[in-house]
């Protein structure tokens, strides 16, 4: 008697014994290839990356094998139809469950894998990570429950129809901070300015951005001062950087005057000085002096210097022109201010 036929002699409760023996012999199998097989081969590879998605995938590959077999095996039982059709959806229920969860680990490992490649313009930087897995799981959930629906044979159109008339009613109802929200995931995504920047909104406010929310931005200000501005206002808002660019380092200006006679060449070299001298002035770009023009009462020269940070500009405008005015009278730089001569003519009345 050869296998078929004794096969066909055991009763059905036997025969989906053999077949669920059959599917976990292919499970244990499977998992030894992945385990001892597979594993060493990406071992070798250069990347860890093949190594976490074997580890990841290996598990629910193995119960996938196993919840398989279960269902073949108790379609062959004498249970009878509705139990095996109930122990299908739970099975199918599990198989979702379980990828689902699979497929968020997998996503979040190739989102922080490609957030540490070398790529200053690419897209999934580290602070886009967390947004990123987000909306991965939100998208997973929603494929997910889809498919748990269609496993137990519900009808969600009427769900799905109610959904739309909520969304469309909320989108109407909150429509300044859906506006807000994404223009804040907009923000994070393209990073016109990070925490810790120095920012100008537009030529008005003007503060170090201390918090960037999916709502909402806050900036200290000079003052110390917070001000919290909607995503929605900076998103149609010109934004001034001050930190930007490839270093923090700020250019400060400082304008000064000396009247018509002054010797140009030592009044440039004493400005010089007094920015080489100065401690918060960065020595690298150098401080600069320029000759800008002939005013009205005057020759008019700019000193150009560099600070540390933005923050400083106050305080280091201040410092050069109170060390300009006490040298320019130590030198005796006479500085201008404005003359008006009058001229009386008499007439004839």
Known sequence: MNWQELYQTMNPNLQALVW?????????????????????????????????????IRGPVVITIILIGMMVAFARTTLGEDFSFLFNRIAKTVLIVIWSVSSI?????????????????????PRVQPLMQMLLKMLVLGISTYFVFKAWNADISGWLASAGIIG???????????????????IIADAP????DYIVLDGQERGRVTHI????TRILTR????????????SNTKIINESGG??????????????YGSDIDAVKACLQRIADEHPQVVKD????????????????????????????RGAVVDSLLTIIYKEFAKQGFEIPYPKRDIYLHKTDS
């Open 20 to 56: 669920f023996a059959g599917f976990l012999a292919i499970a244990l199998i499977a998992r030894l290839i992945a385990s001892i097989t597979v594993l060493r081969l990406v071992r070798h590879t250069k990347t860890d990356l093949d190594d976490k998605l074997v580890h990841v």
């Open 223 to 234: 003052d110390d001062v917070a001000v919290i501005v909607p995503n929605a206002v900076i």
């Open 168 to 186: 469309i009613a909320v989108g109407f109802a909150a429509k300044d901070t859906l506006a807000n929200l994404f223009s804040g995931v907009f």
């Open 285 to 312: 770009p150098f401080p600069r002096v320029r000759f800008r023009s002939f005013g009205d009462s005057g020759l008019n020269i700019q000193l150009l210097v560099w600070v540390e940070k933005p923050e400083l």
């Open 213 to 216: 929310g999916l709502r909402s």
């Open 193 to 196: 300015y990070q925490i810790g």
């Open 105 to 125: 680990r997998i996503g979040e490992t190739l989102i922080v894998r490609l957030g540490e490649r070398d790529d200053p313009e690419g897209f999934f930087k």
């Open 246 to 259: 490839p270093y923090e380092m700020f250019r400060v200006r400082v304008d000064t005057s000396v009247a």
